[in-house]
């Protein structure tokens, strides 16, 4: 594989780990080495060190999940108490900039998280996966969706049937019974197909499912006057 960036193709200067090295648990927490055989890609500064507080945002974002495994949950709690502790003005900015709280007044809550960041992030990881795969780089535009992001109004929240859709076709054009890859599932583990387009499940903390696929978008349908 050429010593080029994963994303750009410009000339490399590190390698960056794929998902963000933050997502896995560190050992003095989680007693169980969840940061064995990770993944790498080479990676120019610009889409590596550049990013580090967007790595850390998508960390929060996935960890907060209600629905994660146990290693999500502890991994949550042991890094914010780390993190209130050490720079208490850095995570109050990671929650500051989640709200406004949408949630079922008696059922707990939820963030407000900025989709278009948290979607960039995700699109990176499966361009990386990509080019771990194949050693090409991935032109095509990508879309990114998740059934954990819930619509809100006012202090309601439902499912994203489209969201829900989508995921779903992936899950059918991968292929339900293709099996996961990764060497630390409980945290992250991802399956794909490369064929014409392109599609990748990933899974964080065992149940924060996200897919990511190159199959264009269905056009919004017209009406026409009479």
């Known amino acids: 594989m050429s010593d080029t960036c994963y994303a750009c193709g410009q000339t490399a200067t590190s390698d960056e780990h794929v998902p963000p090295k933050c997502i896995f648990p560190e050992f003095k927490d989680a007693h169980v080495d969840y940061r064995k055989n990770l993944i790498t890609v080479r990676s120019c500064d610009a889409h590596n060190t550049a990013k580090s507080h967007d790595d850390?945002?998508?960390?929060?974002?996935?960890?907060?999940?209600?629905?994660?495994?146990?290693?999500?949950?502890?991994?949550f709690f042991s890094k914010t108490m780390r993190a209130v502790t050490r720079t208490p003005t850095t995570f109050q900015k990671m929650v500051e900039d989640a709200f406004p709280v949408a949630g079922t007044p008696g059922a707990g809550a939820a963030l407000q998280f900025d989709r278009s960041r948290f979607?960039?992030?995700?699109?990176?990881?499966?361009?990386a996966l990509y080019y771990y795969?194949?050693?090409?780089?991935?032109?095509?535009?990508?879309?990114?969706?998740?059934?954990?992001?819930?619509?809100?109004?006012?202090?309601?929240?439902?499912?994203?049937?489209?969201?829900?859709?989508?995921?779903d076709g992936v899950r059918g054009f991968v292929g339900p019974?293709?099996?996961?890859?990764?060497?630390?599932?409980?945290?992250?583990?991802y399956?794909?197909?490369?064929?014409?387009?392109?599609?990748?499940?990933?899974?964080?903390?065992?149940?924060?499912?996200?897919?990511?696929?190159?199959?264009?978008?269905?056009?919004?349908?017209?009406?026409?006057?009479?």
């Open 119 to 127: 979607d960039h992030e995700i699109e990176m990881i499966a361009r």
């Open 56 to 75: 850390e945002f998508l960390w929060f974002a996935l960890v907060i999940y209600i629905n994660n495994n146990k290693a999500g949950n502890d991994h």
């Open 191 to 226: 399956r794909f197909r490369n064929e014409s387009v392109f599609a990748a499940e990933m899974l964080f903390y065992e149940n924060f499912q996200v897919v990511a696929t190159t199959i264009p978008q269905a056009p919004e349908p017209t009406t026409a006057s009479t």
């Open 133 to 167: 795969h194949t050693g090409n780089i991935l032109t095509e535009n990508l879309r990114v969706e998740s059934p954990a992001f819930h619509i809100g109004e006012g202090h309601l929240l439902s499912p994203d049937p489209q969201a829900q859709m989508i995921a």
């Open 177 to 189: 019974n293709t099996a996961f890859e990764g060497q630390n599932p409980d945290i992250f583990k």
